[in-house]
Structures are given as C-alpha cells and as structure tokens.
C-alpha cells in the first residue's frame, strides 16, 4: 500500500506541473502576457529587421513578451488550417491578402476594425485596406506590396537602340511585345516568363488591360467571364513563345530565381519579376553586369497592377486581442514599415513610409518601384471563396497548356469559364 509520502510527492508533482502550464501559456501567475508572432520573412535581411523589432518591443514591453515563431510561405496555408482547427494558432498572424478569404469567411481571424488605431486606419490608403476587407469586416493589416517589374540587360537596351520606358512614359503591350522581338535572334531572346505559377501574374498584370476575369451579380454571387481585355497578357505570353519566338518556352516552367543565370549570361534580355528579386540580382549579378528596373507595360487601365499585400492577423481564438493588436501598431509605425519594406526589398503600404527617401532612391531602382505606388490595386481574386482550388485545379493547367501551344485561346477560356465556375458554385451555396 501507497502511504502519505506518495501522495504527497504526487500532489508536489500536480503543482509543478501546473505552474509549468501557466509558466508557458498566454499568461503567468506574475500577470505577464506571452503572445506567439508568427512570421513569414525569410530573406537574412528581413528577417533580422523582424526578430530586432521583437526585441525592441520586449525591451519596453515587459508584461506583454513576444515570441517568434519562424513560419514558412510554402505551407503556410495548410498550417494555419491545421493550427486553426487544432485551436493552436498564433496570436499575431503574417500572411498574404489572397490567403485570407476563407480563414475569415470560416470565423478563423479576428474582426479588427474596433483595435486598430485611427493613425494606421488612416496612414494606410482605403484600396489597400480593400485587400483585406471581406463583407464588413477587416482581417489582416496590408503592410507590404510588391508590383510586378520588368528587369533588364541595360546594355542590350543601349546597344539595341529601343526606347526606354518610363513610369511616366512606359511601353505599352504592343510596344513591349516589338521590343522583345527586336531584342531577339543568334540564340539570344528577349524576354524570359518564368511562369511555373502563371496564375496571379497574368490576373494582376491584366489589370493593366482592363481585365477584371471575376464579375460579381446583384446577388454577391461571383462569376468568370474571360472577355477581350482579360486576354490581352496571355495573348503576349503565348504570342511571344510560340509566334514571335521572342520569349523562351524553356522558362515557362521556371520560378523567377530560375531565370537569373540565363539574364545573367544573356541569354534573356528582360525578365518580369516582383520588386522584391533586386535583392537576389544585387546579389548574384556578376561584376560589371548592368541592369535597370523598368515598370510593366501599361494598358487602357494604364499602369494599374494587382497585388496582394503581406498582412498581419489576429487569432479569433487569441485571448489578448488588444495586446496583440497593439504589437501589430508597434510594428507598423512609419520608421519600422520603412524598416520592414527595406528588409524585404519590397513597398510598404503607409502613405507616411512610402515618403522616406530610402525608398525613393534611383539605385536598385527603388524610385521606379515607389512611382508604382499609386498604380496598385486589389488582386481580381482578392475576396473569391475557393479561390486557391479554382487557381490549383483549373486555372494554373489551362494556362501552362496555353502559354506552351497546347490549347488555343477559345479552349482556355472555356477551361476558365466552365469548369471553374462550377469550382466556385461550390463555395457559394
């Protein structure tokens, strides 16, 4: 028989435990609050910027302790679903505003619009708020932006002789498309696509033509109708590679970093990439090798592109809402969005931040990123519910079969129309 000194070591061992529990959870017997931040960055630069941050706000915060947790953009949204239904999920959330529809639709993220302070309500424009706006509520803070550039060979520009654009005086589609022409032959091409996910280039870049792709009804039901202006990028892309022979068909299935040796060598005179691929060029571009940032082509909508911000979120499960909402403040101060858009090479979306004249620099073509600025709008498929199955199981085939020649334009628009709206019926029962 077990006598009184097991049962009092059992009980030592149930306080113990206990106090290890309060100890590691959202709050201690000392009444400090612990707050998990899960981040996204992963250039050196970024995050550096974001664990310092933390820092800086532990060393003033002593009863509301950060920690950061390193989270990845490859997985990120399976698992936060995973943490979600688990009821394990961060209190302070980074993703991007395409990734945010169904978390919030599904009761996942915090409604943030009575924690938010009224100088980042109103430091941050209302198109940019947009982005993370579904029905009437606000999920994430869009902080970071990052429009889509073309980088080129400025030698191959110098010695070709072609006009070079400007945010005030860019090419147009048709202009863009001769110039990747003339700047082709003996092996060399003009243009590279790296288009391995072809989806949200070619949606956010033909917003330039006018291209809209989702229509909304009277209803609030979402449709997809691939009109004229909607065709006008994947007409370039697929023109280029199989018409022209000014674009590389080997790049199709490249991710940006892919095409960096063949820019590089010469191969490709211009690639298309997000903003934030200066640091890799900056990085790895040979001695000597001479490049310039130049805006996309612009259309009837002018240089108008889609983007979808990184954001930061509230857990709805969190029970320190203030408290996280005002790291969330913290952080996105204008000294440390300039700090934060520095770190990853990219635009902050604060009116205050964008004036810095850090990032108005001609170098490394920071001043023709920041003229973007104003040009940048929601993605089309910001607030559409099965918007990830959509883009996966329809979207991101046809457009691979189309930009290689496999598939004519009328087949995928059929792809595009039909068989995804019967994906997006599905979400809107």
């Known amino acids: 028989m077990r006598g009184p000194r097991w049962l009092t070591a059992v009980l030592l061992l149930c306080l113990l435990a206990a106090g290890c529990t309060a100890a590691g959870g959202d709050g201690s017997d000392d009444g400090r609050v612990t707050l998990r931040f899960q981040s996204l960055a992963w250039q050196e630069e970024s995050v550096a910027v974001n664990k310092e941050l933390v820092r800086e706000w532990n060393s003033t915060h002593p009863d509301v302790r950060i920690e950061y947790v390193q989270g990845s953009w490859d997985s990120v949204h399976d698992q936060l679903l995973t943490s979600f239904e688990g009821g394990e999920a961060p209190d302070i959330i980074h993703d991007a505003s395409d990734d945010l529809a169904d978390f919030a639709h599904g009761g996942y993220l915090t409604d943030l619009r009575g924690l938010l302070s009224e100088r980042l309500r109103a430091d941050i424009p209302p198109h940019s708020w947009e982005t993370t706006t579904f029905g009437d509520g606000i999920y994430g803070v869009p902080f970071l932006q990052e429009p889509r550039v ?3 060979n400025a030698t191959r520009l110098r010695e070709s002789g072609v006009r070079v654009p ?11 498309r001769a110039v990747a022409e003339e700047l082709s032959g003996d092996g ?7 288009l391995k996910e072809p989806v949200s280039a070619t949606l956010n870049l033909s917003l330039s033509a006018g291209g809209q792709l989702f229509h909304w009804g009277a209803d609030g039901k979402v449709e997809v109708r691939f009109e004229a202006a909607d065709a006008v990028v994947p007409r370039t892309v697929h023109d280029g590679v199989n018409t022209d022979r000014s674009a590389s068909g080997t790049t199709l299935g490249m991710g940006g970093s892919d095409t960096l ?7 490709y005179a211009m690639v298309p990439l997000g903003f934030s691929y200066r640091q890799q060029i900056v990085q790895q571009a040979p001695e000597g090798f001479d490049w310039q940032v130049l ?16 954001t930061l979120s509230i857990a709805e499960d969190s029970p320190h809402k203030k408290e ?4 969330v403040d913290f952080l996105l101060r204008p000294p440390n969005m300039v700090r934060l858009a520095l770190g990853d090479w990219m635009l902050p979306t604060g009116t205050e931040a964008l004036k810095d004249p850090a990032l108005r620099i001609t170098e490394h073509g920071w ?20 918007y990830p199955e959509w883009k996966d199981k329809v979207a991101t085939p046809a457009f691979q079969e189309y930009y290689s020649g496999a598939i004519d334009l009328d087949e995928l628009r059929s792809r595009l129309e039909e068989d995804g709206n019967l ?7």
């Not at 060399?188 to 790296?194: D, E, I, L, M, T």
């Not at 994906?423 to 029962?429: C, K, M």
Request: positive net charge; charged residues 10%; without cysteine.
């Open 188 to 194: 060399k091409y003009g243009v590279a696509w790296p």
């Open 367 to 386: 001043a023709t990123g920041t003229a973007l600025a104003a040009h940048l709008r929601p993605a089309p498929a910001q607030s559409v519910r099965g």
């Open 150 to 152: 073309l980088i080129a």
């Open 166 to 176: 400007t945010p005030e005086d860019p090419w147009s589609w048709a202009e863009f």
């Open 261 to 267: 040796p063949g820019f590089f060598g010469g191969t």
């Open 324 to 327: 996280a909402a005002a790291f």
């Open 295 to 310: 805006p996309a082509p612009a259309g009837a909508a002018g240089l108008t592109q889609g983007v979808s911000p990184q």
């Open 423 to 429: 994906v997006l019926a599905r979400y809107q029962r």
